[in-house]
């Protein structure tokens, strides 16, 4: 009962906004992601309904335990934060609403043990978090929410295409085992490839990222918490759901996502260095960290099942880190100007990897793993890795000096933010000190070899030299070019600024119920034709994935 409760308590606060209990519903909305909370500790909970869609099974296993308290902890604590931030909103209401539907879908993710449960899920995130990038309804606000629409729905579309060629030789299979049944398929390297693109989109998989550093600065802080710490991870779930890993049946397309994974992560620092909004900076540092893992991934589809248990920890390690490292920075960017700084320091010391951090723990582990790479990719991964681990640490100590204390010789003008009292920065504490802890204790429980690894002279020096030198060059590079730095500009989305204009999309009505007034029906129906009209090139889109797919299964 409580798996099916995960899903239900933030759908009946979404649905409390449109009663008379709805001030009732804002004061328990933190409380939303609390089942999730406490099913992830419930192991072999389980749920089914075989009588909705094609079978619902939820439940928990293994891979989706972690993943989900991870996800619970960064929506309880971004919730929190949100309340008291979205406040004084005038749309607050339908922030909220949106905010509980894109937590209902993306925490469904972690739970579905079914295809087609997984996909409502995923639809569900993808579609109510649009509303959280267009929240303010600026320009550059529905600009970033066009873009992040066009590229949902090309996902979208990619992943119908797959899960119905998928459903045309396995029906709606248990997501438990399904890596195996797609080492066989008829169709392996067309559902390797959908799913590969489809997913590799919520996770910023270059040059399929290019919502991500729009979305992110749009945002409110507590979205943006959300959007960067678990939504990407979504796109994690889906690939390690629907992909064959460990199955060693793909090894011409592992070595093509390996180095998609390896440019992503360079790519990402460098473009985020020559940005000047923080938010941004944090976008592209989430692009360069979803490499790594996309690496990972790659790694996995070249290598047998016994080697890809072992590296498999290693992926959800560096889940865990990263999306409770940033977690704690896209909510500390709510701070005022002197705290911000401070709360940032830590987390972003655990991404760089400094020792005894999360971050460092991680790419330990990220190391072992790709120690067991075939053929040559170990001897050219392995000092790659460290190269990430400096230039990680460029991109860090650009963000710190983004939003460095205001006053001093150094300091950074005052923006004009409001101090907050301390319990204002609580989510942001609870965030930084989860983040500490969490990684290692699930470490010492699961990797218990790559923890004590972790702590030994070598890879305190391994983890150490990279941060040293990228402190160094840092360091050198504004005492002797300052100027030259602060001319390196990018535009945020990079790839995005040579899309062709498009009209804007109409701002986000204020919140109402749609049947409220006399000719409520009709009412309802103008503005969903006027809305669906904003769409045509995204729809037209959709319907193309959808023909060639058709065409696909004819064959």
């Known amino acids: 009962m409580l798996v099916i409760l995960v899903l239900l308590w933030p759908l009946l606060l979404a649905a409390g906004l449109f009663t008379a209990w709805r001030l009732s519903a804002w004061r328990w909305a933190p409380s939303a992601p609390v089942p999730a909370l406490l099913a992830a500790f419930w192991p072999g909970a389980h749920w089914e309904a075989p009588w909705l869609l094609l079978g619902l099974r939820l439940g928990l296993d293994p891979l989706g335990a972690p993943l989900l308290l991870l996800a619970a902890v960064v929506w309880l604590l971004a919730a929190l934060a949100a309340r008291r931030a979205m406040a004084g909103d005038a749309h607050r209401d339908r922030f909220l609403a949106l905010?509980?539907?894109?937590?209902?879908?993306?925490?469904?993710?972690f739970i579905a043990l079914d295809a087609a449960g997984f996909y409502l899920a995923y639809a569900l995130m993808t579609f109510a978090a649009y509303g959280l990038v267009i929240h303010d309804g600026r320009a550059v606000s529905r600009r970033a929410g066009r873009v992040y629409l066009v590229l949902a729905v090309l996902g979208e579309g990619l992943l119908v295409a797959g899960l119905l060629l998928m459903a045309a030789e396995f029906g709606n299979p248990d997501l438990r085992g399904l890596g195996p049944m797609l080492a066989g398929a008829a169709h392996k390297d067309w559902l390797v490839v959908l799913f590969l693109l489809g997913f590799g989109i919520k996770m910023g998989m270059v040059p399929l990222h290019l919502w991500l550093p729009l979305a992110h600065p749009c945002a409110p802080v507590p979205a943006s918490a959300v959007l960067s710490g678990v939504i990407v991870k979504a796109g994690l779930m889906g690939w390690l759901r629907f992909l064959p890993l460990g199955q060693g049946v793909t090894d011409a397309v592992a070595p093509w996502v390996m180095a998609i994974g390896l440019f992503s992560a360079f790519f990402a620092v460098v473009v985020g260095l020559a940005q000047e909004r923080a938010k941004t900076v944090l976008a592209y540092s989430t692009v360069s960290q979803m490499g790594l893992l996309t690496l990972l991934i790659g790694l996995g589809l070249a290598l047998p099942e016994i080697q890809w248990t072992l590296a498999m920890g290693a992926v959800v390690l560096m889940a865990l880190h990263h999306g409770l490292a940033k977690g704690a920075l896209f909510l500390a960017m709510g701070a005022d100007a002197r705290a911000r700084f401070w709360l940032m320091l830590w987390p972003a010391a655990a991404l760089a990897g400094l020792p005894l951090t999360a971050g460092a723990l991680g790419k330990k582990a990220l190391k072992d793993a790709v120690d067991m790479a075939p053929g040559v990719w170990a001897e050219l991964l392995l000092p790659l890795l460290a190269l990430s681990s400096l230039a990680t640490t460029l991109l860090m100590l650009r963000l710190l000096w983004l939003v460095r204390p205001p006053g001093g010789p150094w300091g950074a003008e005052h923006d004009g933010a409001v101090g907050e009292p301390a319990r204002g920065r609580a989510p942001v504490l609870g965030l930084v000190l989860i983040g500490v802890f969490l990684p290692w204790l699930w470490a010492g429980w699961q990797l218990p070899q790559a923890a004590?690894?972790?702590?030994?002279?070598?890879?305190?020096?391994?983890?150490l030299w990279p941060a040293l030198l990228g402190l160094g060059a840092g360091g050198a590079w504004w005492y002797w070019a300052p100027r030259r730095w602060q001319a390196v500009r990018l535009p945020e989305g990079d790839l995005a600024a040579l899309l062709p204009a498009a009209p804007s999309l109409p701002q986000p009505p204020a919140w109402q119920p749609l049947l409220s007034d006399s000719g409520g029906g009709s009412r309802l129906v103008s503005?969903?034709?006027?809305?669906?009209?904003?769409?045509?090139?995204?729809?037209?889109?959709?319907?193309a994935l959808v023909l060639l797919m058709l065409l696909l299964l004819l064959r």
Do not use: K
């Open 99 to 109: 905010f509980l539907l894109t937590m209902a879908g993306n925490l469904g993710v």
């Open 452 to 463: 004590v690894a972790a702590l030994g002279v070598t890879a305190l020096w391994d983890s």
């Open 527 to 543: 503005r969903m034709a006027s809305g669906f009209s904003q769409l045509a090139v995204a729809g037209a889109l959709f319907l």
